[in-house]
């Protein structure tokens, strides 16, 4: 079930709201537990046991690294470690099994039985969520949770539990136990799920739906190939960071306030701009949890490179078990090196609009590589962008069909990238905040009926992170 779809959004969220507020404040955790664990079994019923086991064997293991972290450091560490290796062992086995396989084969030729098993629903999500929780008891930034239904709720919570954003416990431990509600916060709550509807449902979609029918289409022209994957940059943030809003959403109307995920990114002035801005809960995870115990930028440039090699190397393989994913990590590994060694002196001295043409460009042909599963059919898309590959010619009159076409939706699209509407906005609250609230308030009832319209009427609705 996902967040943009009927079922989600007239039946169970509505259940949920109803059995939350009519139970008191000191058992709406168990509430919350147990709503969330329907939700996550919705589609594949079984992998609740598995996330039940995920959150005893780290429940236990807080306990034990809380209780040691202090007098025994050395047991303390050891029960991190083995909490540690539990974790990455399930997600292992799960999501990199038959690419390691397939690996080995071929590098051996010794034939090794893959593993015909669905990938559980947010593995890497809650999986990293959870691995932060043992690490913050170890560190000493967080208490070690001796409520198990507190616990389970945290790693559970269906708000953000398929795709995020990842919630470091430190973050969110007092919320389990001392949230307030109040309608300001609810109202807030809807307006930001509402736009983050929007953004899923009207312009995500749409955009994919151009994308889809050009890279499926075999041969393209080259406009039509640009315009393809420009229309799946958009559909990758407004598809991600709309669902990563309506998480965000959700957990106000619930009482909890979740970091903001996306920052207008494709408004970077650089490629390390770029990444401060997208998907921030996953930077500041390997930031926080990978980059910086490895040494981060403090043992010299040398150690700083190979420090960066293993955060986006271990990044690409989180997306996926796939050679298109490791390239990508790599690529934006050689990017970040370039741009540390020699590019951003370069970039600072030079107007701001450089920079961000320069990082758009290095965005859209990482996203090529991005999706580009099948790496020869990414090769060839590749070389159709510049005339060879699957190009049949330069412009033909369909493809400059779909181009006139879609110009009222990229215009759309390029506005809602950047920080203006939200600009306009907060000053129209600040002269005139009566019209902000019924202008504010008419917006987010229109999105949620031309949100319903458009899932009533159109079977086009893929999540691009359901998966990871």
Request: net charge positive; hydrophobic share 50%; aromatic share 18%.
């Amino acid at each position: 079930m996902v967040f943009s779809s009927l079922e989600y959004l007239f039946l169970y969220f509505p259940a949920v709201l109803f059995l939350y507020f009519v139970t008191p404040l000191k058992r709406r955790n168990a509430v919350l537990f147990a709503v969330s664990l329907v939700f996550y079994g919705w589609g594949e019923p079984l992998y609740v046991f598995l996330m039940l086991a995920t959150v005893t064997v780290d429940y236990i293991f807080g306990r034990l690294v809380g209780k040691y972290r202090e007098t025994d450091r050395r047991r303390a560490k050891a029960y991190l470690t083995a909490a540690i290796a539990v974790n990455l062992l399930i997600l292992g086995f799960f999501k990199y099994w038959n690419f390691a396989v397939s690996v080995f084969t071929s590098l051996t030729g010794i034939a090794v039985r893959a593993v015909d098993v669905p990938l559980p629903v947010g593995i890497s999500f809650y999986t990293f969520q959870a691995l932060s929780y043992v690490i913050d008891v170890y560190r000493l930034d967080a208490d070690a949770q001796k409520n198990y239904v507190a616990f389970g709720t945290y790693v559970t919570l269906f708000p953000q539990l398929i795709a995020g954003p990842i919630v470091r416990y430190r973050d969110i431990d007092r919320q389990l136990t001392e949230r307030t509600h109040s309608a300001a916060l609810f109202a807030s709550g809807v307006r930001t799920f509402s736009c983050g509807l929007a953004k899923k449902v009207l312009l995500a979609n749409a955009a994919g739906e151009i994308w889809d029918r050009i890279s499926g289409a075999g041969e393209t022209t080259v406009v039509g190939a640009w315009l393809g994957i420009v229309m799946f940059t958009f559909q990758i943030y407004f598809d991600f960071s709309g669902y990563s809003d309506m998480a965000i959403g959700l957990g106000k109307m619930l009482g909890f306030s979740f970091r903001e995920n996306f920052y207008y990114p494709y408004t970077a002035s650089s490629v390390t701009d770029f990444w401060r801005r997208w998907h921030i809960s996953l930077s500041t995870w390997f930031r926080e949890y990978v980059y910086i115990p490895l040494g981060g930028n403090r043992l010299g440039k040398g150690r700083q490179i190979v420090n960066l090699l293993v955060v986006w190397a271990l990044t690409g393989l989180w997306h996926g078990a796939s050679w298109n994913f490791v390239l990508w990590g790599l690529y934006y590994f050689l990017l970040l090196t370039l741009e540390k060694l020699v590019l951003l002196p370069v970039l600072e001295k030079l107007p701001r609009f450089v920079g961000r043409i320069y990082t758009m460009i290095a965005v859209v042909f990482g996203w090529l590589l991005f999706v580009s599963v099948d790496l020869g059919e990414g090769v060839r898309y590749l070389g159709a962008l510049f005339g060879g590959g699957n190009a049949a010619a330069f412009l033909s009159g369909a493809s400059a069909f779909d181009v006139v076409s879609s110009l009222g939706l990229l215009a759309v699209l390029v506005v809602a990238a950047t920080p203006y509407p939200r600009r306009l906005l907060y000053r129209l609250w600040e002269k005139h905040d009566a019209a902000a609230r019924i202008l504010t308030m008419a917006g987010s009832i229109a999105a949620l009926i031309l949100g319903t319209a458009y899932l009533v009427n159109s079977s086009y609705n893929p999540f691009l992170y359901f998966r990871f």
